[in-house]
């Protein structure tokens, strides 16, 4: 079998991964399971949703080969994601056989956080360098109605364990929805700096299973601004390279004196109004292994069936390649004849 990574020869792409737009995808999220633990409002219906098959799932083995296959082709940061990625056994092994390859990618994890106290320890120990934890309220009656679930305690739980394990900085998700949780942002914000997490908030995207978003339900990065600044001094540092948030930096706010982390910031993600699909380095790979170049795609690339097939490294990295020259410039969310992909955000990766 050619091996990508030992023979430079055979890849025309040895530059990266470029698409005909001049990008360069450098980040890639894996899914591991299509599976929840929960059943937030905004995601998926109460009843769940048609999971797939096991025999369609990709294998940790057929996980690694990929891996291997976009480190060679130059990402160089790997995310992983689901549905709820800890519902899948054995992670933590997974996350070090990720670690072990060559040139070794960073390793994050995006989760509900229902099982993280158990195992944030041997995650960190395996390798994982950063974690994004979802949590959408502080109020256990409201967090029991937005996930179907009352397991506020565990996401708690499993934040304090992210952090005792060393991963800095402990990074926390939330969608906003204007008669839930809005009005509760600066209290999330507020209680975040006190424990020393990073706030983000992110606008919600029609990706939802039940196709109930809309327009004017959204709550806009703007709106998110205009109810923290009665609270709290923000200063713009603008954004991060390839990096979806626009970051602030908290000068000042309620309980300022017993706020814990020396960098006190807040990011907001507007990937519906403010788009940043010109500075997208990432690539997704469904938990069926279907490879897509954008949350929003239409096209798939059936990376599983290529490889069960018995393709050679070097063919499984010309289809990257390939579908990764033709990503599309953006999601188009805003354009009129937009039209939500059929997976929702659960089955994608997010
Ligand atoms: N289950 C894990 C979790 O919740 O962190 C990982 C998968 S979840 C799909 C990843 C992130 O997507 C979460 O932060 C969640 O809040 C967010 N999300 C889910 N549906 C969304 C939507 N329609 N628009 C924007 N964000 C969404
Ligand atoms: Fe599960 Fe994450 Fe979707 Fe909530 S947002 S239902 S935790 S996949």
Same mark, same amino acid.
């Given at each position: 079998?050619?091996?990508?990574?030992?023979?430079?020869?055979?890849?025309?792409?040895?530059?990266?991964?470029?698409?005909?737009?001049?990008?360069?995808?450098?980040?890639?999220?894996?899914?591991?399971?299509?599976?929840?633990?929960?059943?937030?409002?905004?995601?998926?219906?109460?009843?769940?949703?048609?999971?797939?098959?096991?025999?369609?799932?990709?294998?940790?083995?057929?996980?690694?080969?990929?891996?291997?296959?976009?480190?060679?082709?130059?990402?160089?940061?790997?995310?992983?994601?689901?549905?709820?990625? /800890?519902? %899948?056994?054995?992670? =933590? &092994? +997974?996350?070090? $056989?990720?670690?072990?390859? #060559?040139?070794?990618?960073? *390793?994050?994890?995006?989760?509900?956080?229902?099982?993280?106290?158990?195992?944030?320890?041997?995650?960190?120990?395996?390798?994982?360098?950063?974690?994004?934890?979802?949590?959408?309220? /502080?109020? %256990?009656?409201?967090? =029991? &109605? +937005?996930?179907? $679930?009352?397991?506020?305690? #565990?996401?708690?739980?499993? *934040?304090?364990?992210?952090?005792?394990?060393?991963?800095?900085?402990?990074?926390?998700?939330?969608?906003?929805?204007?008669?839930?949780?809005?009005?509760?942002?600066?209290?999330?914000?507020?209680?975040?700096?006190?424990?020393?997490?990073?706030?983000?908030?992110?606008?919600?995207?029609?990706?939802?299973?039940?196709?109930?978003?809309?327009?004017?339900?959204?709550?806009?990065?703007?709106?998110?601004?205009?109810?923290?600044?009665?609270?709290?001094?923000?200063?713009?540092?603008?954004?991060?390279?390839?990096?979806?948030?626009?970051?602030?930096?908290?000068?000042?706010?309620?309980?300022?004196?017993?706020?814990?982390?020396?960098?006190?910031?807040?990011?907001?993600?507007?990937?519906?109004?403010?788009?940043?699909?010109?500075?997208?380095?990432?690539?997704?790979?469904?938990?069926?292994?279907?490879?897509?170049?954008?949350?929003?795609?239409?096209?798939?690339?059936?990376?599983?069936?290529?490889?069960?097939?018995?393709?050679?490294?070097?063919?499984?990295?010309?289809?990257?390649?390939?579908?990764?020259?033709?990503?599309?410039?953006?999601?188009?969310?805003?354009?009129?004849?937009?039209?939500?992909?059929?997976?929702?955000?659960?089955?994608?990766?997010?």
């Amino acid at each position: 079998m050619t091996s990508v990574a030992s023979d430079p020869t055979v890849s025309p792409w040895v530059g990266g991964l470029l698409d005909s737009f001049g990008r360069k995808a450098e980040d890639l999220r894996i899914s591991l399971t299509d599976k929840c633990s929960l059943r937030c409002t905004y995601c998926m219906p109460a009843e769940g949703l048609q999971w797939l098959a096991k025999d369609r799932v990709l294998s940790d083995e057929e996980i690694v080969r990929l891996a291997s296959i976009f480190v060679a082709l130059g990402v160089n940061s790997i995310r992983l994601t689901g549905g709820e990625p /800890l519902v %899948r056994p054995g992670v =933590a &092994e +997974l996350v070090a $056989r990720l670690s072990a390859l #060559d040139p070794r990618p960073e *390793l994050s994890l995006t989760t509900n956080a229902l099982s993280l106290a158990d195992k944030a320890a041997a995650l960190v120990s395996a390798g994982l360098d950063r974690v994004n934890v979802s949590l959408d309220t /502080l109020d %256990r009656a409201r967090f =029991a &109605e +937005l996930t179907r $679930r009352d397991r506020l305690d #565990d996401v708690i739980a499993g *934040l304090h364990a992210a952090a005792a394990a060393g991963l800095n900085p402990v990074k926390i998700n939330a969608v906003l929805m204007r008669e839930i949780n809005l009005a509760e942002a600066p209290e999330l914000l507020e209680w975040a700096l006190r424990a020393g997490f990073e706030m983000r908030f992110i606008e919600h995207m029609p990706l939802d299973a039940q196709h109930a978003w809309t327009r004017a339900d959204m709550v806009t990065a703007e709106e998110v601004l205009t109810v923290l600044e009665p609270r709290f001094t923000l200063r713009p540092i603008g954004h991060i390279a390839n990096a979806p948030a626009e970051e602030f930096e908290v000068l000042d706010g309620p309980g300022r004196a017993e706020w814990a982390a020396d960098q006190h910031r807040v990011g907001i993600i507007a990937s519906v109004t403010r788009p940043f699909c010109r500075d997208c380095d990432r690539l997704r790979l469904t938990a069926d292994g279907q490879l897509r170049t954008c949350l929003f795609a239409h096209r798939e690339t059936d990376l599983r069936g290529a490889l069960r097939a018995g393709a050679s490294d070097d063919e499984l990295a010309r289809m990257i390649a390939t579908a990764v020259s033709a990503k599309a410039a953006g999601h188009a969310i805003s354009a009129p004849g937009f039209r939500q992909p059929d997976r929702p955000m659960s089955a994608i990766g997010g």
